[in-house]
């Protein structure tokens, strides 16, 4: 007899941009044309510096155990970058290293939460959010991004969580915003500093999307007073250095948090990997100008495919503060057709044609409030991304297509109405 799994890990489901990669994958490898829109990587190589850097270390050796809050000149470098890049002010005591930066949403968890703690979690949100506070038995609690608000957190949200919760005890942000590409401004985070600062409190700010931020500055929750000590800050080289298969980040926290995060570094996974960490110096050190073109070239794609997108029938698209994805409303089309987002996104990859698909995700995955909305990557070459648009364009008046597609997929009918998901404001 086989044991039996628990409870928490037959209910949990993968992140749904890794579920749609396997599909296209599948299909093309049966021979169907893909574009691919739907997983959040850089198209781009790792930079010489950091890549010549990684080579090297591992022929020097650096391929052994290492400090577990990361080497030490990793750390210092770290912490110089993040004030030259940001303003900040902190030192080498405030960083541990991490494979990434999404295995921080699970150490947050670890050392914070406790069974039945209150977690407010704006919605859409990066769907790993809910397994994490799940993992810990503490409860999520929902605050809407709204279109109108061109997907900025909501402080009134944040301030009765923290009034009227039973155990009100974190916040998750994540400025700039994965689906919707919402960016926090100054006042947001100003306000949110307001609300919790003194407060038993924490918060995980998640920006792996710093240097993605299309008009002015990245601005960190770390940099308002007192937020270093109620605050890990996670980044990571994946987007910003093209160094997603490196696997290599790093979290900010006052010196107290970071001393509990590398106990739990060390229980988890022991350590980083040195010689990706020499990667990173390096990265930080001589491949900014490598790190600025390409973030050129992601802006001139965002604002390729969402000036297409908004010519398309039935979309709606706000043009993103931050990150490289667009986030455009497609509830008129799925009225149209009783089909929900998600369904769309699956009869664009599957079902509007034999030979072409484009992947992509629906709002859905990201939460109840993404529904009604689509998700695409710019990851992809100028070209692919106009055979995109025209694709979704045409393939969105196909009404023998749909019909066809769900009478074979009935679990994508719509049934309710999508409200929420128009635009009340200019959409450029």
């Given at each position: 007899m086989a044991p039996t799994f628990t409870r928490f890990s037959i209910s949990q489901r993968p992140e749904s941009a890794f579920t749609v990669l396997a599909v296209a994958r599948q299909l093309m490898a049966a021979g169907k044309e893909v574009i691919?829109?739907?997983?959040?990587?850089?198209?781009?190589?790792?930079p010489d510096g950091a890549l010549e850097a990684g080579i090297q270390a591992i022929r020097d050796g650096h391929t052994s155990y290492g400090p577990s809050a990361g080497l030490p000149e990793f750390r210092e470098a770290?912490?110089?970058?993040?004030?030259?890049?940001?303003?900040?002010?902190?030192?080498?005591?405030?960083v541990v290293a991490g494979p990434g930066a999404k295995t921080f949403e699970q150490l947050f968890c670890e050392a914070f939460l406790e069974p039945d703690d209150g977690v407010l979690v704006f919605s859409p949100y990066f769907p790993t959010y809910a397994v994490n506070i799940a993992r810990r038995g503490a409860r999520m609690v929902l605050s809407s991004l709204r279109a109108s608000h061109a997907f900025r957190p909501d402080l009134d949200d944040v301030r009765r969580f923290l009034d009227e919760d039973a155990r009100p005890k974190a916040v998750f942000l994540n400025s700039p915003h994965n689906p919707t590409g919402g960016v926090a401004t100054e006042d947001d985070l100003r306000g949110l500093a307001d609300l919790i600062r003194g407060?038993?409190?924490?918060?995980?700010?998640?920006?792996?999307?710093?240097?993605?931020?299309?008009?002015?500055?990245?601005?960190?929750?770390?940099?308002?007073?007192?937020?270093?000590?109620?605050?890990?800050?996670?980044?990571?080289?994946?987007?910003?250095?093209?160094?997603?298969?490196?696997?290599?980040?790093?979290?900010?926290?006052?010196?107290?948090?970071?001393?509990?995060?590398?106990?739990?570094?060390?229980?988890?996974?022991?350590?980083v990997p040195p010689f990706?960490?020499?990667?990173?110096?390096?990265?930080?050190?001589?491949?900014?100008?490598?790190?600025?073109?390409?973030?050129?070239?992601?802006?001139?794609?965002?604002?390729?495919?969402?000036?297409?997108?908004q010519t398309v029938e039935g979309v709606e698209c706000l043009m993103p503060g931050g990150t490289f994805y667009v986030f455009p409303s497609v509830a008129a089309i799925c009225h149209r057709y009783r089909i929900t987002s998600h369904g769309l996104a699956m009869y664009l990859l599957e079902g509007a044609d034999d030979r072409l698909g484009v992947a992509c995700l629906g709002g859905e995955c990201f939460g109840e409030a993404g529904a009604g909305f689509l998700r695409l990557s710019?990851?992809?070459p100028d070209d692919r991304l106009r055979d995109a648009v025209a694709f979704i364009a045409d393939a969105t008046t196909r009404d023998a297509r749909i019909v066809a597609y769900l009478a074979a997929h009935p679990e994508h009918r719509l049934d309710a109405t999508y409200d929420g998901t128009r635009f009340h404001g200019p959409t450029r």
């Open positions: 691919e829109l739907e997983i959040g990587d850089s198209p781009f190589p790792t770290a912490a110089a970058y993040l004030n030259e890049e940001h303003g900040l002010s902190v030192r080498a005591d405030h407060r038993d409190v924490a918060v995980f700010s998640d920006e792996p999307y710093d240097c993605m931020v299309w008009k002015g500055r990245h601005r960190s929750l770390l940099a308002e007073p007192g937020m270093l000590d109620q605050t890990v800050a996670a980044y990571t080289f994946s987007k910003s250095f093209s160094m997603s298969g490196w696997r290599l980040g790093y979290a900010v926290a006052s010196p107290e948090t970071v001393a509990i995060l590398e106990v739990l570094t060390n229980t988890a996974l022991s350590c990706t960490q020499v990667a990173g110096i390096a990265a930080m050190r001589h491949d900014r100008r490598s790190r600025d073109d390409r973030m050129r070239d992601f802006h001139h794609k965002v604002k390729l495919l969402v000036s297409g997108l710019c990851a992809q």
